[in-house]
């Protein structure tokens, strides 16, 4: 401790000083007075701790009001905080995946103010099914005979397959043995739902007979699973869903499908890569098809499961329902995005997904090019802005194969330093409301694809 020190403790002013200061007030009218007490204690703790190893004061004991307001501003931050995607992936699992259209919004908000009718049957004043709303919806969409909603697709695989199979034999191609986001393996859920795995095929080719020769005396199901995730290309033979069920009905066996992102649209209809339509599906005799709600759905998270209603009843009656059921936000957005489908004339304008998705190259050229001038303005003294022609993903999980035309902003160093790069992204991610792009090839890319709001953007990268 130098001679200096004492003095230096003597600065650091009183809670009781620093509350009844005027330059606190607004402090204590946001954040209440027990929240500026707590952080005041720890900011002289700081200081103090400062004192004692640098014997000097924090470069902030100036102004203990903007210090005060500063932190407990940033610990207010909402930890799901808005950014805009320009990453070039429109389904971004980290972003949280679809974006809501404002019919889900609204009627979100409309389930958090009031009481709503999730488990009351207005007819009999008794309880009713808290699916049962979206399960009429969903079987005029795809045909299916009854429907069954939890909270995402992978608690739709393990519902149905311990509802199902518990205890039995589940055949499935090998090719179709993926892993998902998460570590989110088919083998593993299987286990977990007390099914046991019979792998049939090779990974590139697999036959309807080899189903055939594989079912025992213990086999429940056979399972189809959609490899929405990878791509095998050369000598590939894979077994049609239509096929499957052919065979399941021959065998008196049920035959399950899980589609992943799903669609219950055709949507090459809008020039998109081709899907496997769940209404398809039921069609060809499937007796279950679960799919997600938050890909290309469009709508919130949840798992959707449609098909037999005898099977739909079992799933229904399984304990695993109720500890893996959807809640009244995520039901309401869900039947606010399905209605949506029974438009399909205005649907590619009223959901988000949709939208994005068919955005055309040229109009997002044309928006890289008015939003240009400012940023090379902005940015000349270090980096080469150009607008470049780009291919935009439609999902990190789903469909990452697929590729969509589109524009970006790009961003290269005038004096070739990647460290710039490193550097500019992560100021943009400091922003109030942070933008996210993707480094690649010695540029720094905004994929105009999933922007909507240009002037909330452009006041975000000129400051």
């Known amino acids: 401790m130098t001679s200096d020190t004492p003095s230096l403790y003597s600065q650091l002013p009183a809670t009781d000083r620093l509350l009844r200061d005027a330059?606190?007030?607004?402090?204590?009218?946001r954040y209440g007075h027990r929240q500026v007490v707590d952080m005041l204690r720890a900011l002289q703790d700081e200081a103090r701790q400062a004192i004692r190893e640098q014997q000097a004061l924090p470069g902030w004991c100036v102004d203990w009001a903007k210090e005060t307001i500063s932190r407990l501003g940033s610990r207010a931050q909402s930890a799901l905080r808005p950014v805009y995607n320009l990453s070039g992936t429109v389904l971004h699992t980290n972003l949280g995946r679809a974006l809501q259209a404002q019919e889900a919004v609204d009627a979100v908000a409309q389930?958090?103010?009031s009481p709503v009718t999730l488990e009351y049957d207005l007819?009999?004043?008794g309880r009713g099914h808290r699916d049962r709303a979206l399960a009429d919806l969903l079987c005029q969409l795809t045909g299916a005979e009854d429907a069954c909603i939890v909270n995402n697709n992978a608690a739709a695989v393990l519902l149905m397959l311990a509802?199902?199979?518990?205890?039995q034999e589940v055949v499935v191609s090998r090719g179709e043995l993926v892993e998902i986001g998460g570590a989110f393996r088919i083998p593993d859920v299987m286990r977990q739902a007390g099914c046991r795995l019979v792998e049939v095929g090779t990974t590139n080719r697999t036959h309807l007979k080899d189903y055939h020769q594989a079912v025992g005396e213990d086999t429940a199901l056979l399972m189809k699973v959609h490899t929405s995730n990878y791509h095998i290309e050369g000598f590939t033979k894979a077994v049609e869903e239509s096929e499957l069920a052919s065979l399941g009905e021959a065998l008196g066996m049920p035959v399950i499908a899980d589609l992943g992102s799903g669609s219950l649209i055709d949507l090459s209809q809008y020039g998109l890569p081709k899907e496997p339509v769940v209404s398809d599906l039921i069609q060809a005799g499937v007796s279950l098809v679960s799919f997600s709600g938050d890909k290309l759905t469009g709508g919130p998270q949840a798992g959707i499961i449609v098909g037999k209603k005898a099977l739909i009843e079992r799933l229904q009656a399984h304990p695993l329902k109720r500890a893996l059921r959807a809640d009244k936000m995520t039901l309401a957005a869900l039947e606010?995005?399905?209605?949506?489908?029974?438009?399909p004339e205005t649907l590619a304008q009223k959901l988000?997904?949709?939208?994005?998705?068919?955005?055309?190259?040229?109009?997002?050229e044309e928006q890289a090019l008015r939003l240009l001038p400012a940023l090379q303005t902005r940015y000349a003294a270090e980096f080469t802005v150009q607008v470049m022609p780009c291919l935009?993903?439609?999902?990190s999980g789903s469909l990452p194969v697929d590729r969509l035309p589109g524009a970006a902003l790009t961003f290269t160093p005038v004096d070739g330093r990647g460290s710039r790069l490193n550097a500019l992204a992560e100021r943009w991610r400091r922003l109030q409301k942070p933008v996210i792009g993707r480094i690649y090839d010695g540029r720094l890319w905004l994929d105009l694809r999933?922007?909507?709001?240009e002037a909330g953007l452009m006041e975000m990268l000129l400051q």
């Not at 330059?23 to 009218?29: H, Y």
């Not at 509802?163 to 205890?167: D, F, Q, S, V």
């Not at 988000?352 to 997002?364: C, K, V």
């Open 123 to 125: 007819d009999g004043a």
């Open 352 to 364: 988000p997904t949709l939208r994005l998705l068919t955005r055309s190259a040229g109009a997002i």
């Open 450 to 453: 999933c922007l909507e709001d």
């Open 111 to 113: 389930a958090m103010r």
């Open 23 to 29: 330059a606190f007030q607004p402090a204590l009218e």
């Open 163 to 167: 509802a199902t199979a518990a205890g």
């Open 336 to 343: 606010a995005t399905l209605r949506l489908y029974l438009q």
């Open 392 to 395: 935009s993903q439609i999902g």
